[in-house]
């Protein structure tokens, strides 16, 4: 007979991970067999980072935890968790905006997913500061460095050099156009 393992899934675009999502991760992970951190492709969003890139970064971050694994799906986070046999679904909040949103995905999975139940856990310090929207505008605005605060450490030489590559790319094509932007 085998034996039954309790697993979460922490869904979230992820674009890229900040601190408040290894918060997050280090504080679910103990409570689970099985954590797994999945990074939702939404076909009509433009993210900054590749789901691949993001996956990477995410397995950098979960390393030193344990008990956590980096994914990446399409669809409903329910149904996605119910394919995996996940027993909840973990979620953060930074403040009572995000209370308020969270609240309406947690019904909406818990609908679709037949009970599925959502856990909050709450951010503090940089964490409860950090959002991906302003790591993204730092990085878009030239300010790597000041990026990499709101990015865990294990997570920062792989962010840079995502960043680098990106730039040299454009780079690349702006010297192939001909053009200079």
């Given at each position: 007979?085998?034996?039954?393992?309790?697993?979460?899934?922490?869904?979230?675009?992820?674009?890229?991970?900040?601190?408040?999502?290894?918060?997050?991760?280090?504080?679910?992970?103990?409570?689970?067999?099985?954590?797994?951190?999945?990074?939702?492709?939404?076909?009509?969003?433009?993210?900054?980072?590749?789901?691949?890139?993001?996956?990477?970064?995410?397995?950098?971050?979960?390393?030193?935890?344990?008990?956590?694994?980096?994914?990446?799906?399409?669809?409903?986070?329910?149904?996605?968790?119910?394919?995996?046999?996940?027993?909840?679904?973990?979620?953060?909040?930074?403040?009572?905006?995000?209370?308020?949103?969270?609240?309406?995905?947690?019904?909406?999975?818990?609908?679709?997913?037949?009970?599925?139940?959502?856990?909050?856990?709450l951010t503090t310090g940089t964490g409860a500061q950090a959002s991906s929207k302003l790591v993204r505008a730092l990085i878009a605005g030239g300010d790597v460095q000041a990026a990499e605060a709101f990015v865990?450490?294990?997570?920062?030489?792989?962010?840079?050099?995502?960043?680098?590559?990106?730039?040299?790319?454009?780079?690349?094509?702006?010297?192939?156009?001909?053009?200079?932007?």
């Amino acid at each position: 007979m085998g034996t039954c393992r309790r697993k979460a899934l922490f869904p979230g675009t992820f674009d890229p991970p900040t601190c408040g999502h290894r918060e997050i991760i280090a504080k679910a992970a103990p409570l689970f067999d099985e954590l797994i951190v999945a990074v939702g492709v939404n076909p009509d969003k433009r993210p900054m980072f590749t789901a691949k890139e993001r996956v990477r970064l995410l397995e950098r971050i979960a390393a030193p935890l344990g008990r956590v694994r980096a994914a990446s799906y399409t669809g409903l986070t329910a149904d996605f968790a119910r394919a995996e046999g996940a027993l909840a679904i973990v979620r953060g909040l930074r403040s009572c905006e995000d209370l308020a949103a969270e609240r309406d995905l947690a019904l909406g999975n818990e609908a679709l997913g037949a009970g599925l139940p959502t856990i909050f856990f709450l951010t503090t310090g940089t964490g409860a500061q950090a959002s991906s929207k302003l790591v993204r505008a730092l990085i878009a605005g030239g300010d790597v460095q000041a990026a990499e605060a709101f990015v865990p450490e294990e997570a920062r030489a792989l962010l840079r050099a995502f960043v680098t590559r990106r730039l040299r790319r454009a780079g690349e094509r702006r010297g192939a156009t001909g053009r200079r932007d």
